[in-house]
């Protein structure tokens, strides 16, 4: 945390306002989860939630879009710096390494508790309609990162295997280490423990380019056409799985 002048109790202005915002945030997320698993999420409103929290109903608005939201702890604003940096990042690092590196930067600044984490998940868990939630929030993470990283390798997002492929595995890794962090009680940074499994990953996840044959199917392999499929090859139209379509992205198809 910066220090302005020789006051060394004097705080810069955007640090006081940041550690504010993270206060009202989690105390929305807190209020929100206690009050859901006590009531269930359809006996709780917003206003209840906001007035636990010793906000206004226009505060909690300013955090959450919803009070599904405040309940799984969505923050679209942390996506959004992710892929930030992300498209930031220098364009000499591999597209596993630069997503690596925003999510080191930006995930593991968290003021929640191992077991506040916890009931935070056993509260999502036991309700359908928040689980499902839950993974439609995902699924926007997901998105926004894919399109970043397919930016980044001038391709589209929809078209680029790769770029899919590596936000996947780096979400699934994050979910594995913040559930390692939590059954261990903390004891140890977070940001070594997403690290840790970062790297475990990125050991594994070469680039297609980098690698002979990595879009090959496997010896012995045999090519069977299911009924109703356009045929294979040129006549059908199909690409490479792993490369986009020709055309779609010259400008980075040396940036595999």
């Known amino acids: 945390m910066q220090v302005v002048g020789s006051d060394p109790g004097r705080l810069e202005p955007d640090s006081v306002r940041e550690r504010k915002k993270r206060e009202t945030r989690n105390a929305l997320r807190r209020a929100a989860v206690s009050l859901v698993a006590e009531r269930g999420l359809h006996a709780v409103t917003v206003e209840e939630i906001a007035a636990a929290a010793g906000v206004s109903t226009r505060t909690f608005f ?20 992710i892929a930030a940096r992300l498209r930031s990042r220098p364009q000499g690092e591999g597209g596993f390494e630069a997503l690596r590196a925003s999510v080191l930067e930006v995930l593991p600044s968290t003021d929640v508790s191992p077991a ?5 998940l056993r509260t999502v868990g036991s309700d359908p309609h928040l689980l499902a939630h839950h993974v439609r929030c995902f699924g926007e993470v997901e998105r926004a990162l894919t399109e970043a990283l397919a930016e980044r390798r001038g391709t589209e997002a929809d078209l680029d295997t790769y770029a899919g492929l590596v936000v996947a595995c780096v979400l699934a890794a994050g979910r594995a280490a913040l ?29 297609p380019a980098d690698v002979e044959g990595a879009c090959d199917p496997p010896a012995g392999a045999i090519d069977v056409e299911t009924p109703g499929d356009p045929p294979a090859g040129p006549a059908g139209g199909l690409e490479a799985p792993c490369d986009p379509p020709a055309g779609v992205a010259a400008s980075g198809r040396a940036r595999r």
């Open 62 to 81: 300013n955090y959450f879009r919803t009070k599904e939201d405040a309940v799984v702890g969505y923050d679209p604003l942390k996506t959004e710096e």
């Open 179 to 207: 559930m390692a962090w939590c059954h261990a009680g903390g004891r140890e940074p977070l940001s070594a423990v997403l690290a840790r499994h970062l790297d475990l990953v990125g050991a594994g996840l070469a680039s």
């Open 116 to 120: 506040e984490l916890l009931e935070r």
